[in-house]
């Protein structure tokens, strides 16, 4: 079975810091892997995902996320944050290949202040 | 993006009552919907897989007669909490996927919690 660990909980940056958030997975086989964005008071709503080819993604809101295979990582990284930024931040992991269920990491929470 | 609609957002029942949550695709058909609970610093955790014209997959833990899932149609699934206790009190989340393929993405809804008293 998969699972995913992200190691900040709680994350302080001010406005035009740079962002850096650490996600690991742990499986056997061939996996997709997404981040999910969750703002206050809203939906949990997709940021960005990998499923194959440039390790390197790039997502909606200037986020992006490098997939290392080689160290089980799919960290996100936003060069300058904003004060809308601020949310709660999921990696979760899938198997590849027909209906996988989806293994969510325990958060992160981002607080950009102005 | 597809949009996923749960109901009610919140719900105060008294201990031993059941509770109803339904979760509904509004514009496109979901073939898989699941569900999670979700407790405060906690992260998702997947409590059932719930398959349209089948019956569920629960989750290790998750006890099925506590827990009932229907998935009766594309578009509508349903979590009821049968008897429920203090300890059930959480904020219960689903999610769909389409018909187009494991293309991954899921789509939440908003959520629903739940306090038992």
């Known amino acids: 079975a998969q699972s995913v660990s992200q190691h900040n909980h709680h994350v302080i940056l001010s406005e035009a810091a740079s962002l850096e958030l650490g996600c690991n997975y742990s499986?056997?086989?061939?996996?997709?892997l997404f981040w999910y964005v969750q703002y206050p008071g809203q939906h949990l709503q997709l940021l960005l995902k990998y499923f194959s080819g440039d390790p390197l993604v790039k997502g909606i809101k200037g986020f992006e996320a490098e997939f290392i295979k080689s160290k089980f990582s799919f960290n996100l990284r936003k060069p300058s944050v904003q004060w809308s930024d601020t949310a709660e931040y999921f990696c979760a992991v899938t198997a590849s290949g027909g209906y996988q269920k989806v293994t969510f990491g325990t958060g992160t929470k981002l607080q950009v202040i102005p | 993006g597809a949009v996923v609609s749960q109901h009610p957002s919140r719900v105060i029942c008294k201990s031993g009552t059941s509770v109803k949550i339904e979760c509904r695709s509004l514009?496109?058909?979901?073939?898989?919907m699941f569900w999670y609970r979700q407790f405060p610093k906690q992260s998702l955790m997947l409590m059932a897989t719930?398959?349209?014209?089948?019956?569920?997959?629960?989750e290790q833990g998750v006890e099925k007669d506590k827990f009932l899932i229907n998935h009766a149609s594309l578009t509508l699934s349903t979590l009821t909490v049968t008897s429920a206790h203090p300890e059930d009190s959480s904020f219960y989340i689903c999610s769909a996927r389409g018909l187009a393929g494991n293309t991954g993405e899921l789509f939440f809804g908003e959520g629903s919690r739940l306090t038992v008293l």
């Open positions: 514009d496109f058909q979901a073939t898989t």
């Open positions: 499986y056997g086989g061939t996996v997709n």
């Open positions: 719930s398959n349209e014209g089948s019956k569920a997959t629960y």
